[in-house]
């Protein structure tokens, strides 16, 4: 390395020149200590004045920074009077929509923050996971990809959005909460309702056939999550009477007509209407509140009263923040053991004969009187008190109506009592035919199946067999003897080959109805 220059330099630090008078030489002197000898000695090395690049950075600096704070006081000048907002919590079911098809657009988009969630509806809608002996694969699910939390612009019909999704504490601070709000540059707040409505009409579109659950969770405080989205159940595969099933189909949709909640208030009824449904296990009474669901569009909104965490507080917020058109089901309301609050309960001593043991009575509780914390008059005051909501169809199922009270059943609160019994001779021909009964998507997959290496999924027979066979079963079994779900489970595990279901029958009547004689829960049981 050459040297010679670096031996001629003279280090006169009270040398001024070019470099060093300019004001930001003065002004780094100022800052960085030593400056100037730095700055004369690079520029005898290199030939470089660093006082011009250091100008130039100051320069570009300084127009970048004026440039973010005009550009944030338009922002911040638009925002506030240009810009209109709509926020969606996360208690609300568009909440769900909304995010549902944000990712959707982000997923068609180059977004660069986003959140991934395992998606396990998406593995439902493959068919094509079975090896060439017909075994199925199961594959783990792929990612989706979502809004994540911040904010990020979107364009729908032209126009430039913003979402912002944040988690921020509830009133009390006990648990978060999530929201998203909805901005664009309009003196209202019209483009983002045209936004969401669009929003809804894509969800329907996607949901024409599925009926939303929502169940009742405790977070900090009770609030309605969704928790499922199953395909709507057909009305037809309800094992109960046709006229019933008429007769429940028109009552709800009169009372769902628009005229009606008019009509009601006219007269100063409140406008409510609830469903008893009643009857031995495995009849069919839930399958027929998801069944009507589907039939009129609604979500069904479940509450178990046997959750000895429900206050009747948190009851009434529940029913209060219920959508004006929903299906509230309240499942084996027998279960919950209501009672009214002063009902007596005689509790015997357990040694009759002992001469210091005597009856013993007291007043239950209500804490006492029933398996869960709510009581009779807590879920009275829900249904139908003085504040409680209207619009919705409450329906409640019980496998022994003769256990509830008269005041939970009277006519205003119950207004249709439907009975479920035992299979018919009709309901078990049904059964079997709908059992067997391929639709025409099986048909078409069926064949393609049966032209490929893979064994034929079924043994189904054709329509008129199928029939005749139908028949021969329901004849072989007793009517009002066994529940549709009981003969459903037997015909599920034959459900590929009608001519087995028959072959196996008389054995499995034989043993259920032994079983059934003997009061044993268990098929063979001694």
């Known amino acids: 390395m050459d040297f010679s220059r670096l031996q001629n330099l003279q280090y006169d630090l009270n040398a001024t020149s070019t470099t060093a008078a300019n004001l930001p030489s003065t002004l780094l002197e100022l800052v960085v200590p030593g400056y100037s000898t730095i700055s004369q000695l690079a520029f005898r090395l290199t030939g470089i004045d660093i006082g011009v690049l250091v100008t130039g ?58 959140k991934a969630v395992t998606d396990y509806e998406d593995n439902k809608k493959d068919d094509n996971v079975d090896d060439e002996l017909g075994i199925y694969k199961y594959e783990a699910p792929m990612p989706r990809y979502e809004l994540s939390y911040g904010s990020d612009d979107f364009f729908h019909q032209g126009r430039r959005f913003k979402v912002a999704r944040s988690s921020v504490k509830d009133e009390a601070g006990s648990y978060m909460r999530e929201n998203l709000e909805i901005y664009c540059y309009a003196r209202t707040a019209q483009p983002v309702k045209d936004l969401l409505a669009h929003i809804r009409q894509w969800k329907i579109s996607q949901e024409t056939a599925m009926t939303s659950v929502y169940r009742a969770l405790n977070n900090g405080g009770r609030y ?140 239950a509780t209500k804490a006492d009187s029933s398996s869960g914390s709510i009581s009779l008059s807590a879920l009275l005051n829900a249904i139908d008190g003085a504040a409680s909501h209207e619009g919705h169809v409450l329906i409640m199922t019980t496998n022994t109506p003769e256990q509830l009270d008269a005041a939970l059943i009277r006519p205003g609160r119950v207004d249709l ?102 009061g044993k829960k268990l098929v063979g049981a001694q």
């Open 57 to 114: 950075w100051a320069l570009i600096f300084g127009c970048h920074t004026a440039w973010r704070y005009l550009y944030d006081l338009v922002e911040g000048y638009f925002d506030e009077y240009y810009t209109s907002s709509i926020q969606v919590d996360d208690d609300d079911g568009l909440f769900n929509d909304v995010k549902d098809w944000l990712s959707e657009q982000q997923n068609n988009t180059s977004s660069r923050k986003l």
């Open 417 to 518: 009592q439907v009975a479920f019994t035992l299979a018919t001779q009709d309901q078990i021909h049904e059964t079997f035919v709908r059992m067997y009964s391929q639709t025409s998507e099986e048909q078409i997959r069926g064949g393609r199946r049966t032209n490929s290496k893979s064994r034929p999924v079924s043994k189904i027979a054709d329509p008129e067999t199928l029939e005749a066979m139908a028949r021969t079963f329901s004849q072989q079994l007793p009517a009002d003897m066994f529940s549709p779900a009981e003969i459903q489970g037997y015909l599920l595990m034959r459900k590929k080959d009608p001519q087995r279901a028959l072959n196996d029958l008389k054995k499995w009547r034989d043993e259920m109805l032994e079983s059934k004689k003997k």
């Open 224 to 363: 309605w999550s969704k928790q499922s989205c199953r395909p709507s159940r057909p009305l037809q595969t309800v094992s109960l009477d046709q006229q019933q099933k008429d007769a429940i189909v028109e009552d709800i949709n009169e009372y769902l007509h628009p005229a009606t909640a008019r009509w009601y208030a006219a007269r100063g009824i409140p406008h409510r209407r609830g469903y008893l449904f009643h009857g031995p296990p495995g009849t069919g009474k839930t399958s027929l509140s998801f069944a009507l669901a589907g039939v009129f569009g609604l979500e069904v909104y479940c509450v178990s009263l046997n959750d000895k965490d429900l206050t009747e507080s948190e009851l009434c917020t529940l029913f209060d923040t219920l959508p004006d058109r929903c299906i509230v089901l309240l499942e084996d309301i027998d279960s919950a053991g209501l009672k009214r609050e002063e009902e007596p309960v005689v509790v015997e001593a357990p040694d009759a004969d002992s001469k210091t043991s005597k009856d013993v009575t007291k007043t």
